[in-house]
T-cell receptor
């Protein structure tokens, strides 16, 4: 059933500052990783992805860093805006064939 | 714009009834779609892989007779929650792969009373 009282790790960031969200993934064989943004009551929204043969990839205001040695993924958001307030999930192609396993999620709260 | 559409976005049903949720890929064909379940403040949990023209593949611990999946066309997968009970209340989300990544529907909030 549903769990009550769970709290996601929360990052509070001032508008205009940079945000860094971290994620530890579990399967050293995962070859593809994605960051998603989820607003309340909505499905996850694709932000950026990276393949295991890369260690950095940049998009518009976002950068993903991959450290395969320690199985760590991070998402950097530049000049954070109020519209960036959401829960952010990392996902790995854990099972193969695009069956994704999601991390626990991080709540980002942007302070105007 | 959205590339994957779910319907309905929310539904309330009585305990013991069945509910069908639709997932459509818009303007592209998806031979494979995925169904996830999400409880409040928690992550998405993969339930099953929906395969066009063949049986769905369920993840360990997911009851196939409880959560019926049909992928009758290249743009539509349906999830039917049979004999729903209050513990089935959750947020159900589907996804499909389309380059550059995997895209999700807007989710369906199911409340069983």
């Amino acid at each position: 059933g549903e769990s009550v009282g769970l709290h996601l790790p929360t990052l509070s960031v001032q508008e205009g500052d940079n945000s860094i969200i971290n994620c530890a993934y579990s399967n050293s064989a995962s070859d593809y990783f994605i960051w998603y943004k989820q607003e309340s009551g909505k499905g996850p929204q694709f932000i950026i992805d990276i393949r295991s043969n890369m260690d950095k990839r940049q998009g518009q205001r976002v950068t993903v860093l991959l450290n395969k040695t320690v199985k760590h993924l991070s998402l950097q958001i530049a000049a954070t805006q109020p519209g960036d307030s959401a829960v952010y999930f990392c996902a790995e192609n854990y099972y193969g064939n695009n069956r994704l396993a999601f991390g626990k999620g991080n709540q980002v709260v942007v302070i105007p | 714009g959205a590339v994957v559409s779910q319907h309905p976005s929310w539904v309330i049903c009585k305990s013991g009834t069945s509910v069908k949720i639709e997932c459509r890929s818009l303007d592209f064909q998806a031979t494979t779609m995925f169904w996830y379940r999400q409880f409040p403040k928690q992550s998405l949990m993969l339930m099953a892989t929906s395969n066009e023209g063949s049986k769905a593949t369920y993840e360990q611990g997911v009851e196939k007779d409880k959560f019926l999946i049909n992928h009758a066309s290249l743009t539509l997968s349906t999830l039917t929650v049979t004999s729903a009970h209050p513990e089935d209340s959750s947020f159900y989300i589907c996804s499909a792969k389309r380059r550059p990544g995997t895209f999700f529907g807007q989710g369906t909030r199911l409340t069983v009373v």
